[in-house]
């Protein structure tokens, strides 16, 4: 009988040690997930995930905590508030570089996910690239669920093929093509301006433009000024395109001004890639897409992710939703819906829309370059002072004192100019 009770006590060990395992034990009680993503394409792709992991954990509790604003503008100073008031989120929507690192890995306020991303194989189906912006001092510390492309003309196929257009390859070309829009009635250019990060959005890919990779990526070193003439031409150049804008930006959201385009009122537009998501959640399938002018070659990145705040209150139920994150399934599910691509490398390609899987060869070829505005190239303080100068340039234009004020934006940010 020696086997007998041998095989019982090993039977028992299992049972403990599947019990003490999230992913083994049934999870029950609450999860808080708290998010920018309430726009068309974004809901969408959550719920998917959602979808997934109360599939896994049917006796989880999901509090979606969404704060509506593009870019997380409001709801990073709602977060802001909890984490320093000691009431976190179990977990939180979080730009991927700089925004995750200087925020709130350095100041203490992230578990690292190291064992997670082993225990998971993430390291071995993850780009060197991706894993290098969720890393400080040899630890991972955000599980990210995809990759965004901020440079992207978006247009609507059915007004350019009416009117005999092509996208435009230079920003010359670009305003060659709004006059004629212009002329026959159509508003050349669309986007919302309300949430006061958009023109920002828009700037840093022109920015691009007329920098090229390198002189781009160094504002945020210091190897390019900010006095440089090339950014005297980005804002000269900002300064016309919104010369050919819809009149209401001011009042509308990113997402409500590309009703515009879906109607056929206007004509092109410049975002990320989440516009593919909103446009995929209307049913809308007319429309194009093209490298913003002047940026071909180089993709302008970021990336959305989620850690394991100090102190949460459902610490194993977050390790299992980082889990579906991370997962082959989770990351295909949401990102087909979100117009972005997936962090990891070994996804079905075939199941995704035309403009993910040219997405996908654009990522493996092109230059990579961090997005300002979306948290992956400087600390949020920067961003934040960046964003304000360039919304107020949008309701003032004048480019010297402009120029200027992001001189010494930069300056406070410690970068010498």
């Known amino acids: ?122 390291t071995k189906v993850m780009p060197k690239g991706i894993l290098d912006i969720v890393s400080y001092r040899g630890d991972y510390w955000s599980v990210p669920v995809n990759i965004h492309r901020a440079n992207v003309l978006w247009y609507n196929r059915k007004i350019f093929k009416d009117s005999g257009l092509t996208p435009p390859k230079t920003f010359d070309e670009f305003f060659e093509v709004a006059d004629k829009l212009k002329a026959k009635g159509t508003i050349p250019f669309v986007l919302g301006t309300k949430d006061g990060w958009e023109a920002g959005h828009v700037f840093e890919t022109i920015l691009i433009a007329k920098l090229g990779a390198e002189g781009y990526k160094g504002l945020w070193t210091g190897k390019t000024k900010w006095s440089d003439p090339k950014v005297t031409d980005a804002l000269e150049t900002l300064k016309k395109v919104f010369s050919y804008i819809n009149p209401d930006h001011s009042a509308a959201t990113w997402d409500e001004a590309y009703q515009y385009i879906i109607d056929g009122k206007g004509a092109m537009s410049i975002m990320g890639d989440w516009a593919a998501g909103y446009f995929f959640s209307k049913g809308y399938t007319d429309f194009g897409w093209a490298p913003v002018p002047e940026t071909a070659g180089i993709f302008d990145a970021l990336s959305d992710s989620f850690g394991l705040p100090k102190g949460c209150k459902n610490r194993d139920n977050v390790i299992a939703f980082l889990k579906v994150l991370g997962s082959k399934e989770g990351q295909e599910a949401f990102n087909i819906k979100k117009g972005s691509i997936p962090a990891r490398t070994d996804v079905d390609k075939s199941l995704f829309p035309e403009y993910q899987k040219s997405c996908m060869d654009d990522w493996l070829r092109d230059k990579i370059v961090p997005s300002v505005i979306h948290g992956a190239a400087a600390s949020e303080g920067w961003v934040t002072e960046y964003k304000d100068v360039i919304a107020l340039f949008i309701a003032r234009p004048d480019v010297p004192t402009t120029q200027k004020a992001l001189i010494q934006v930069a300056t406070r940010a410690g970068v010498k100019q």
Not at 64 to 84: H, I, P, Q, S
């Open 1 to 122: 009988m020696k086997w007998f009770k041998g095989l019982s006590l090993l039977l028992v060990m299992l049972l403990v040690f599947s019990l003490a395992i999230p992913g083994f034990a049934q999870l029950k009680g609450k999860i808080e997930i708290f998010s920018w993503w309430t726009a068309g394409g974004e809901a969408e792709g959550l719920q998917a995930l959602f979808d997934i992991y109360h599939k896994k954990y049917p006796n989880v509790e999901i509090i979606n905590a969404t704060v509506a604003g593009g870019a997380g503008t409001n709801a990073k100073a709602v977060l802001k508030t909890r984490m320093l008031g000691g009431d976190p989120p179990d977990t939180f929507q979080v730009h991927a570089g700089k925004e995750l690192i200087d925020t709130w890995v350095k100041t203490g306020f992230m578990e690292p996910l190291t064992d997670l991303f082993k225990s998971e194989g993430w």
